[in-house]
């Protein structure tokens, strides 16, 4: 189920969308401004994560090398963290409702079965390595950072590459809410 689930993430963000969608409330021009900062913000971070990551797009899980620079120091999933930052942004137009199902619905299909699909990967490419990396550095949350793994080979030209699929998908998603939010105000 997991390795199904992994290869309809897109899909699911999609439907994801749509439920925000069909949630949506007047709102306010704060609400609006906070919706911006938070996509905007999820989409640099994810910038500044697959610039570290190699390529990466694809159904199946891949990984040539394991990332632990740069954001990966920071947090193993830095990639879905930003993902979670930019469907915070647009669930905020939709309400707590729209916060709360949203962020539900992201932890089932990512914490408890997307990101556990990609570990099991990881483990079995990487062994002890990739055991090491879970012993310091935490899924989500900083707990300590030595400034020397920030360091690490961006490539602008992987965001280029891999990321401009998902950019213009925030960027037209964006715009869609923010058209549709608007309309009720």
Request: net charge positive; proline share 3%; glycine share 10%.
């Amino acid at each position: 189920m997991r390795e199904f689930v992994f290869r309809m993430r897109g899909g699911l963000w999609t439907l994801l969308f749509v439920v925000i969608l069909f949630m949506l409330e007047p709102v306010s021009l704060g609400r609006v401004t906070l919706c911006l900062v938070l996509v905007t913000s999820g989409q640099v971070w994810r910038c500044w994560a697959a610039g570290y990551i190699g390529l990466y797009r694809g159904e199946n899980v891949k990984a040539r090398r394991l990332a632990a620079h740069g954001p990966y120091a920071l947090m193993r999933n830095p990639l879905y963290f930003g993902n979670y930052v930019i469907g915070l942004g647009w669930s905020v137009l939709a309400g707590i409702r729209g916060v709360i199902i949203f962020t539900a619905c992201f932890i089932v299909l990512y914490v408890l079965v997307i990101i556990p699909h990609e570990e099991e990967f990881l483990l079995s490419k990487f062994g002890a390595e990739y055991e090491d990396y879970c012993r310091r550095v935490k899924r989500f949350w900083p707990v300590s950072l030595r400034r020397e793994d920030l360091r690490g080979k961006f490539d602008p030209e992987i965001v280029k590459k891999s990321e401009i699929h998902t950019i213009i998908s925030t960027v037209i998603g964006t715009i869609i809410i923010l058209g549709i939010s608007l309309c009720y105000t």
